[in-house]
């Protein structure tokens, strides 16, 4: 499933911040390759040794990361165990998590933002076509690899992280916590996620990118966050209608009613083009 890598070829570097469950580290993997060292910058994820026991959903993540291949999917090495550390070691992404960079004010024009849309859909397409669900599709979770320069026109390049331990392992605490990136049929029945369910929370990260990194329903408690279901209602809608379209159709609380992948592509491709994208070169960061 995935090659396991041996704890003392690993070297921790610096701490770059901690998940639900994980911390994350910069990291060094030591390879002899044709009989010469060679040391790969890496990340290092760990999960935390108070959710130990979830290791095999930790690992369950990383060996589907490590069973396909994409341009847009991060790249798994492999895994460590040492005593009672359960390590991920991933490609060491640049520039990090989307949302984070989003919110250091980096203003990037909308069609950045369109074309990162673009490559996390052909991702979802891709898994789609492999029948794969990926359970944890938010800005946290896309990775920038490339920044892209608007003076140069070169684009940005994002990489979908790994989903971590499934949604069936989450206590009902976390998964409410998870509104409104995680479908509202994930709630009833948390056992049985569909390929529909990564195009709710496509709709949820589309919104997250248009605003800035800043995450929906921010600061808002549990009770709340299970009446914004129960009310079916809407995240707040972008004022380019089309893009609110876009989203909600998304964000159907009918599964059935959500787009194909390829029709959310061809949206995305006439979103590119409409003239809102020349007028809006870049937005004046509101934060
Ligand atoms: N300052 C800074 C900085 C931080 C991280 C990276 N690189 C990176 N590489 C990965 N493979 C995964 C991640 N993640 C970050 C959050 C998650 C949660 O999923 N992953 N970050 C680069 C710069």
Same mark, same amino acid.
């Not at 529909?196 to 009770?223: H, M, Q, Y």
């Not at 059935?256 to 592509?265: G, Y």
């Given at each position: ?83 009672? #550390? ?6 060491? @992404?640049?520039?990090?998590?989307? =949302?984070?960079? !989003?919110? $250091?004010?980096?203003? *990037? ?49 994002? #990489? ?6 499934? @949604?069936?392992?989450?206590?009902? =605490?976390?998964? !409410?916590? $998870?509104?409104?990136? *995680? ?105």
């Amino acid at each position: 499933q995935f090659n396991i890598i041996k704890y003392e070829d690993l070297k921790w570097d610096i701490s770059l911040g901690q998940g639900s469950f994980t911390r994350i580290f910069k990291g060094y993997k030591t390879d002899i390759h044709k009989g010469e060292k060679q040391v790969t910058e890496v990340l290092l994820k760990e999960l935390d040794v108070a959710h130990k026991n979830s290791w095999e959903s930790f690992f369950e993540a990383a060996s589907l990361m490590s069973q396909i291949s994409h341009k847009h999917l991060l790249l798994v090495y492999g895994i460590s165990v040492h005593g009672v #550390k359960n390590i991920m070691v991933q490609e060491f @992404v640049k520039y990090g998590a989307l =949302d984070l960079y !989003l919110k $250091r004010g980096r203003s *990037v024009s909308v069609s950045w933002k369109l074309d990162v849309a673009k490559q996390l859909a052909s991702a979802l397409s891709f898994l789609e076509e492999k029948n794969i669900f990926h359970g944890n599709i938010c800005a946290k979770n896309l990775l920038l690899a490339r920044e892209g320069d608007p003076l140069q026109g070169s684009s940005p390049f994002i #990489k979908l992280s790994d989903p971590g331990i499934s @949604v069936a392992m989450l206590g009902e =605490d976390v998964i !409410l916590d $998870r509104i409104p990136w *995680v479908a509202p049929e994930v709630l009833e029945d948390p056992d049985n996620p569909t390929l529909e369910c990564d195009k709710w929370s496509f709709g949820a990260t589309v919104w997250e990118i248009f605003n800035n990194g800043n995450a929906p329903l921010r600061g808002w408690d549990l009770k709340l966050k299970r009446q914004f279901y129960e009310a079916f209602q809407q995240l707040p809608p972008s004022q380019w209608t089309e893009l609110a379209e876009l989203i909600s159709q998304c964000m159907s609380y009918q599964p059935a009613f959500r787009p194909s992948c390829r029709s959310i592509i061809r949206q995305l491709n006439s979103l590119i083009t409409s003239d809102y994208v020349i007028l809006h070169a870049t937005e004046p960061v509101t934060q």
